[in-house]
T-cell receptor, first 116, second 114 residues
Framework: DAGVTQSPTHLIKTRGQQVTLRCSPKSGHDTVSWYQQALGQGPQFIFQYYEEEERQRGNFPDRFSGHQFPNYSSELNVNALLLGDSALYLC???FGPGLSSGNTIYFGEGSWLTVV | RKEVEQDPGPFNVPEGATVAFNCTYSNSASQSFFWYRQDCRKEPKLLMSVYSSGNEDGRFTAQLNRASQYISLLIRDSKLSDSATYLCVVNSLILTGGGNKLTFGTGTQLKVEL
């Protein structure tokens, strides 16, 4: 049973460039959430996708956008990269947008983005 | 005030010690609660869910106090392999859109030493 897979695992970009990160959810899961984790911080919620729509969004600028495909996989796009966008980007999947103690969320190994 | 606040750490404890982590949350509408463990440069992994009645999983005991908006994690007989960052996580259901959002604390680093 494949877990959550993310690509690429590491990448380096220059300020002002654009980046696309990809995520395939765990088998049987239909909801994907994206998180940004800066060094020394906990993950911060970016947005959640369910039924190919952005359902919820955290406090991130419009430079951060996403997409969910019919097979439930998802992309995170960041435009006009800033040095402060350097972080670990985590994708998490679950079954359905609601979450309870019985419906846990699983994380991928993340994509390390360095902006120089 | 942060939505989820944790002890700053790091906690350096000898092997075999008992260590307790505390966490408070500010959103009274929060629905479910978790402790996640994160090893260095790895993704967070669910350690245990937290219930009002308290729950235990081997050496780990978690407790939730909804009135005080307080969550705790107790690790007994700590092992070297327990060294990691422990993240307090609160799930809130968002009324508009029907989604949910996990809010993480900044994490508390635990180092278990010989």
């Amino acid at each position: 049973d494949a877990g959550v897979t993310q690509s690429p695992t590491h990448l380096i970009k220059t300020r002002g460039q654009q980046v696309t990160l990809r995520c395939s959810p765990k088998s049987g899961h239909d909801t994907v959430s994206w998180y940004q984790q800066a060094l020394g911080q906990g993950p911060q919620f970016i947005f959640q996708y369910y039924e190919e729509e952005e359902r919820q969004r955290g406090n991130f600028p419009d430079r951060f956008s996403g997409h969910q495909f019919p097979n439930y996989s998802s992309e995170l796009n960041v435009n006009a990269l800033l040095l402060g966008d350097s972080a670990l980007y985590l994708c998490a999947s679950s079954f359905g947008p609601g979450l309870s103690s019985g419906n846990t969320i699983y994380f991928g190994e993340g994509s390390w983005l360095t902006v120089v | 005030r942060k939505e989820v606040e944790q002890d700053p750490g790091p906690f350096n404890v000898p092997e075999g010690a008992t260590v307790a982590f505390n966490c408070t949350y500010s959103n009274s509408a929060s629905q479910s609660f978790f402790w996640y463990r994160q090893d260095c440069r790895k993704e967070p992994k669910l350690l245990m869910s937290v219930y009002s009645s308290g729950n235990e999983d081997g050496r780990f005991t978690a407790q939730l106090n909804r009135a005080s908006q307080y969550i705790s994690l107790l690790i007994r007989d700590s092992k070297l392999s327990d060294s990691a960052t422990y993240l307090c996580v609160v799930n809130s259901l968002i009324l508009t859109g029907g989604g949910n959002k996990l809010t993480f604390g900044t994490g508390t680093q635990l180092k278990v030493e010989l």
